[in-house]
């Protein structure tokens, strides 16, 4: 395994950009190196590797095989120090370059030769998602060298779920102002850790906030049995992990390393009033004859919602059912928020 990294990359000048937490060059040649004595030597011509979360890009410093290199980050300004890298010798292809927000953005954005990848199962599994994350410090703690992309592209982890679910969620309620925006985020202290009560909220949060859409893979947000469904659902990760379940390797493909016992989480009353809320909904959903028994909550509010002639999902449907118990489950996530919001400055996630 060859380094070049320090000649690819990086005048100084821009690398000390304020406030983005660049990978340190030590990280990088580490983490490749880690990540080459489990796929083998050979890893950059047999895989292909996004960097999802690429910043300016140092984490893909040394790496060999551009052709198989996807990187894209969140502020345009760094997909443009990117491209000025490339120009100045870096080895990456421009076309493979480009803004993507991996939590918020569609799949259908992405370059087509990435979206072959990812919708091919064999190559699927080629797929290695090298990032150094925002809040790398909050979950790259737990994070394996096996793990494997969800279906939206964010690595999770049976592992990692918890300090996953809380950078969601800190990120989704907060309104971004010009004082707190993005990468003001801060390091938290380590008060989160034992705060259960705060982590099943968040992990409660984003079950019911994500946009994970089921034909994109299978679906391991159902937060619900299948008492109320007409078939078996795909997986039960999200159940197993919520009761003190084994979790089954069927699992495995997308959380990782799984067969560990797990304790039985407790849920707050706000929390609980999400689940209540959210369970009356996925009943209505079910009861309608044509329901995706693999639904997720995004797939329910498009079945109801309906998109206007642009493709974006209309904000309203025109049964009413739904929409009082969409309204339900929306007021007691707002409760929820609510009752998280402060922690995040607790925690020093933010300052005030
Ligand atoms: C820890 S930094 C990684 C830095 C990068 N490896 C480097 O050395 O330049 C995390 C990066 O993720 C980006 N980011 C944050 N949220 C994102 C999102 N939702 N989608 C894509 N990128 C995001 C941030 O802008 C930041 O550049």
Redesign the pocket.
């Known amino acids: 395994m060859k380094y070049v990294s320090d000649r690819i990359l990086v005048p100084q000048d821009i690398r000390e950009r304020k406030g ?4 340190p060059q030590q990280w ?1 040649e580490l983490s490749q190196k880690y990540i080459s004595d489990v796929l083998g030597e050979d890893w950059q011509d047999e895989y292909y590797i996004w ?10 410093a040394g790496l060999t095989n551009k052709y198989n290199i996807w990187a ?4 345009k300004a ?1 997909v443009d120090v990117m491209k000025d890298r490339i120009k100045n010798g870096a080895n990456l292809l421009e076309n493979h370059v480009f803004q ?6 569609d799949f259908a954005k992405l370059p087509k030769g990435l979206q072959d990848i990812i919708n091919n199962e064999k190559k699927r599994k080629k797929l290695v998602v090298y ?6 410090e909050v979950s790259s703690k737990d994070i394996k060298k096996e793990q494997c992309p969800n279906p939206r592209g964010i690595w999770i982890l049976y592992t990692n779920l918890i300090p996953v679910s809380i950078y969601y969620t800190i ?1 989704h309620i907060i309104a971004f102002t010009w004082l707190n925006d ?2 003001q985020f801060l390091y938290p202290n380590d008060g989160w850790m034992n705060d259960a009560d705060f982590q099943n909220d968040c992990l409660t949060f984003t079950i019911f906030n994500t946009n994970i859409q089921s034909k994109y893979g299978i679906n391991h947000w159902i937060p619900f049995t299948e008492e109320d469904a007409k078939d078996n659902f795909e997986s039960h990760f999200m159940v197993d992990y919520i009761k003190d379940k084994t979790i089954h390797e069927e699992s495995a493909e997308l959380f990782g390393e799984l067969t560990k016992k797990h304790k039985a989480l407790k849920f707050s009353d706000e929390a609980k009033a999400v689940f209540r809320t959210g369970k009356k909904l996925w009943q209505y959903y079910h009861s309608q004859p044509t329901a995706n028994v693999n639904a997720s909550l995004y797939d329910i509010r498009e079945f109801f919602q309906g998109r206007d002639d642009n493709g974006k999902m209309n904000n309203s449907s025109g049964d009413t059912q739904y929409n009082e118990l969409i309204g339900d489950l929306r007021s007691a996530l707002k409760t929820l928020s609510l009752k998280i919001q402060p922690k995040v400055y607790e925690y020093g996630f933010l300052v005030k």
Do not use: K, M, Q, W
């Open positions: 983005s937490f660049f990978t990088v960097d999802c979360a690429a910043g300016t890009g140092n984490l893909l894209s980050t969140l502020d760094d993507f927000d991996f939590l918020n953005d990032i150094n994350p925002p809040y790398a990120r993005r990468d």
